[in-house]
C-alpha cells in the first residue's frame, strides 16, 4: 500500500517549535520532491515548503527563516522544523509528492497544528 503519514503536529505556545514528519511506505522519497502544506478553516490548501530530489529547497515568505524542511532518505521521511510559531500558523499540515496542490502526488492524511497561548 502506498501511502504517506504524517507525524508531530499538537498544540504549542506563540514563540514555540514543532518537527513534523513526512515517512512514506510502499515507494521511496528520494526520487521525488516532496512539499509541506498547510489548510486552515475556511481557507484553501497552500504551499509550505518544498525539497527536490538534490536538495535544494523553497520556501513561503510567510515561514522564511523559521521553517526548515529536510529529508533523510535512509528513513524515506522529511522533516519541517517549525520554530518561532505564529497563531496565523494554526492549520492542518500536509505533505505531498510534488511542489505544488496541482501536482497530482500522493497525500497524507495531515497532522493538526495549534498555535495558542
Known amino acids: 500500500q502506498l501511502q504517506l503519514v504524517e507525524s508531530g503536529g499538537g498544540l504549542v505556545q506563540p514563540g514555540g517549535s514543532l518537527r513534523l514528519s513526512c515517512t512514506a511506505s510502499?515507494?521511496?522519497?528520494?526520487?521525488?520532491?516532496v512539499g509541506w502544506f498547510r489548510q486552515s478553516p475556511g481557507k484553501g490548501r497552500g504551499a509550505v515548503s518544498c525539497?527536490?530530489?538534490?536538495?535544494?529547497?523553497i520556501y513561503a515568505d510567510s515561514v522564511k527563516g523559521r521553517f526548515t524542511i529536510s529529508r533523510d532518505n535512509a528513513k524515506n521521511t522529511v522533516y519541517l522544523q517549525m520554530n518561532s510559531l505564529k497563531p496565523e500558523d494554526t492549520a492542518v499540515y500536509y505533505c505531498?509528492?510534488?511542489?505544488?496542490?496541482?501536482?497530482?502526488?500522493?497525500w497524507g492524511q495531515g497532522t493538526q497544528v495549534t498555535v495558542s497561548s
Open positions: 510502499g515507494f521511496t522519497l528520494d526520487n521525488t520532491p
Open positions: 505531498s509528492t510534488g511542489c505544488t496542490v496541482q501536482a497530482g502526488g500522493y
Open positions: 525539497v527536490s530530489t538534490s536538495g535544494s529547497t
